[in-house]
T-cell receptor, first 117, second 116 residues
Framework: AQKVTQAQTEISVVEKEDVTLDCVYE???????LFWYKQPPSGELVFLIR??????QNEISGRYSWNFQKSTSSFNFTITASQVVDSAVYFC??????????????FGKGTKLSVKP | GAVVSQHPSRVICKSGTSVKIECRSL??????MFWYRQFPKQSLMLMAT?????????EQGVEKDKFLINHASLTLSTLTVTSAHPEDSSFYIC????????????FGPGTRLTVL
């Protein structure tokens, strides 16, 4: 079973629209970390956020916001007023404390976001 | 801070040859380095985890004799793809962690390998 599910394979929006990327995770650990990364066409992964399992506070960073809900095992990512430069593949990832090799990042399949002008 | 470099960024080689990819942490010492592979339009899959001075731990299904990993210093890890075949063509990405375990990983820019 997938441990990190990003159900949206591709999303296309028009500039200035808000868009939410979904991430659902599965773990039996009580201590874990969740991440979001951006991968632009150049290929380099850009770190966006890291959240530990004990911190359910939502986070806002500029146009980006994250909604972490343990009750639904979700860690969704919203981009407000999207811009063309936001076009990229976005990965959600999970790091478990006891998942075999500690610290391994388990990536979702990614969501390709296209923002059109 | 926390910059990780990879060299080369792109490599094209003939089938049967070996290719070495370097991963360097430029401004920090990395206790642990990770190697990932990403096929086109797919996610990153962990290949192996290496700690400085010890043998790498490979994920299930990854051939350790084909993908040789050396982590000789706290700032350098190398991945050698031996006797490369076209199916090894992929995007290889390394990451480095200062403290290992669940500490944050810093990713390199990736190396695109094409085997003809």
């Amino acid at each position: 079973a997938q441990k990190v599910t990003q159900a949206q394979t591709e999303i296309s929006v028009v500039e200035k629209e808000d868009v939410t990327l979904d991430c659902v995770y599965e773990t039996r650990d009580t201590t874990y970390y969740l991440f979001w990364y951006k991968q632009p066409p150049s290929g380099e992964l850009v770190f966006l956020i890291r959240r530990n399992s004990f911190d359910e506070q939502n986070e806002i960073s500029g146009r980006y916001s994250w909604n972490f809900q343990k009750s639904t095992s979700s860690f969704n990512f919203t981009i407000t007023a999207s811009q063309v430069v936001d076009s990229a593949v976005y990965f959600c990832a999970l790091s478990e404390e006891d998942g075999g090799s500690q610290g391994n990042l388990i990536f979702g399949k990614g969501t390709k976001l296209s923002v059109k002008p | 801070g926390a910059v990780v470099s990879q060299h080369p960024s792109r490599v094209i080689c003939k089938s049967g040859t070996s290719v070495k990819i370097e991963c360097r942490s430029l401004d920090f010492q990395a206790t642990t380095m990770f190697w990932y592979r990403q096929f086109p339009k797919q996610s990153l899959m962990l290949m192996a985890t290496s700690n400085e001075g010890s043998k790498a731990t490979y994920e299930q299904g990854v051939e350790k004799d084909k993908f040789l990993i050396n982590h000789a210093s706290l700032t350098l890890s190398t991945l050698t793809v031996t006797s490369a075949h076209p199916e090894d063509s992929s995007f290889y990405i390394c990451s480095a962690s200062i403290a290992g375990g669940m500490d944050e990983q810093f990713f390199g820019p990736g190396t695109r390998l094409t085997v003809l």
